[in-house]
């Protein structure tokens, strides 16, 4: 049977261009299972789907949708794909997580809630014998007088699911210069998270569940990156990166029996290693680590679920910075009934930490999550209600609802004061070079943006250079705000 996959387009927005690793994780099985089996990546070049679907013919088509970015550009594919009579099934965080919003759509079929690999193989199954695809477990479809979900299914063994198959994308496309790397891609080697922070999908998409890969297969992964596509570098864009000590150690010990030399960055949690583990997965080629901080206040750490020790905290950056790996410390500003001075905590505490790397995110009620039926039972928040207005959501990057006690121009300066010293600030990534970590970012950020044509180019260019002018007014023109949460302070020896 055949399947076709569409990633579809999200616009511009600052986060690195990734290759997309859900896709291509249920593509890969289904593949090892005697599928055929294509990937499009609306991302990285103009799709004309009409003739993508006549070249393919495929028996099914699945459509990625991780967040609203993607809605618009799904539904176009999804009108397509059904008036050439094909069925059509979304799947992602998206409409996993609210599966009546993307039913709606006229368009779509069925949507796949969670993990699709067992999924879409019991579609290309039934589709084979005839069968229908309503009662597969898994699936959500129209039903009269609402939507039918079927049973949820548990979590597939990860060995099951087998290595990635690279030859399925278009892999010279997506190579980008980040933090020392002139060659890094995107690469999973874990699902999920044990964590149950309140603002966070993940405990209701992972089910606040971890689950590692085997290590061989993200070895042999690797070597193929390095060797078959001169990959220098690979950012593990997992939730959690490691959770258990012994696992890192294999790791370790395979990267150096399998000689492989590469950079890589983790996204990591306080307190699971310690020095002399940091030290360790340097030598192996460790050279940033990500670190979700969230509030610098006691009573909010406490009430998102994330409290940690700020002694292991400061330790933890300190350590990082005399091995010499970036370390990247995330806060999010904004949440519910946030006050100035649990803002100024928050500030307090970046301020105060080695990181090589600040970033700030404005809080956005994410469904599924705690924060976000709070918000809505106490009447401070109404949700889109339609796809189209869910298209008009922005996420994390820009301050689109202000559920906090502090004013949105604070808000918009503080992110912004942060962003701009971390994109300007040579000593941040370690560098000699003047603005070299500015430099790289513009660039891959104008190879993204290139590659879907001179229109494209145009669009997304302005919206990059506006997001620029942005950041770089709300970081400079309002002196009495940087002051007020004592931004400019930071302990000496840090610069």
């Known amino acids: 049977m055949r399947a076709l996959f569409f990633f579809p387009k999200t616009g511009y927005y600052t986060r690195a261009l990734s290759n997309p690793l859900g896709l291509l994780a249920i593509a890969s099985y289904l593949k090892r299972l005697g599928h055929d089996v294509r990937i499009i990546d609306c991302n990285i070049r103009r799709v004309h789907v009409k003739k993508e679907l006549d070249s393919f013919r495929p028996d099914a088509v699945g459509i990625s949708v991780m967040s609203a970015r993607g809605v618009t550009d799904a539904v176009r594919i999804s009108k397509v794909a059904k008036q050439s009579g094909l069925p059509v099934i979304w799947g992602g965080q998206m409409p996993s997580l609210q599966p009546e919003m993307a039913l709606s759509c006229e368009y779509v079929d069925y949507v796949c809630i969670g993990e699709g690999e067992p999924v879409w193989q019991d579609i290309l199954e039934a589709l084979k014998t005839g069968g229908g695809l309503a009662g597969i477990p898994g699936l959500a479809c129209r039903k009269p007088g609402g939507v039918q979900m079927t049973p949820c299914r548990p979590f597939m063994d990860l060995k099951d699911a087998g290595m990635l198959d690279f ?272 430099m790289d970012t513009v660039l891959s950020g104008l190879h993204s943006i290139s590659m879907r044509g001179v229109l494209s180019f145009f669009v997304n260019g302005f919206a990059a250079f506006r997001e620029f002018v942005y950041t770089f007014w709300y970081s400079h023109a309002y002196p009495d705000i940087i002051k007020k949460y004592g931004l400019d302070v930071c302990d000496a020896d840090q610069r």
């Open 167 to 438: 030859s399925l994308l278009e892999m010279e496309k997506y190579p980008q210069t980040y933090l020392g790397c002139k060659r890094m891609v995107y690469l999973y080697s874990a699902k999920g998270c044990p964590g149950n922070c309140a603002f966070c999908s993940n405990t209701k998409f992972h089910k606040s569940t971890f689950r590692k890969r085997p290590t061989e297969y993200v070895i042999a992964e690797l070597k193929e990156l390095t060797q078959r596509y001169g990959v220098d570098g690979v950012y593990f864009s997992d939730e959690l990166w490691c959770l258990r000590r012994d696992d890192m150690l294999e790791f370790c010990r395979q990267i150096r029996e399998n000689d492989i030399h590469i950079r890589f960055g983790i996204q990591m949690r306080m307190g699971i290693f310690n020095e002399a583990d940091y030290q360790l997965l340097y030598d192996c080629g460790c050279r940033w680590v990500f670190f979700g901080i969230e509030s610098g206040n006691p009573e909010m750490q406490k009430r998102i679920h994330k409290p940690y020790n700020p002694e292991k905290v400061s330790e933890t950056f300190a350590a990082l910075d005399r091995i010499g790996i970036i370390s990247v410390a995330s806060m999010i500003i904004g949440f519910p009934d946030e006050t100035e001075a649990q803002l100024k905590d928050s500030v307090r505490l970046m301020n105060t930490v080695r990181a090589s790397l600040r970033t700030v995110y404005h809080f956005t009620p994410l469904p599924g999550t705690e924060l976000y039926n709070e918000v809505i039972s106490r009447g401070l928040y109404t949700p889109a209600k339609t796809l189209k207005e869910m298209t008009k959501v922005v996420e994390t990057e820009s301050l689109g609802v202000n559920l906090s006690q502090v004013p949105d121009k604070d808000l918009k300066v503080v992110r912004c004061w942060y962003n701009w010293r971390g994109f300007t600030d040579r000593s941040a990534v370690k560098s000699d070079k003047k603005y070299e970590f500015a």
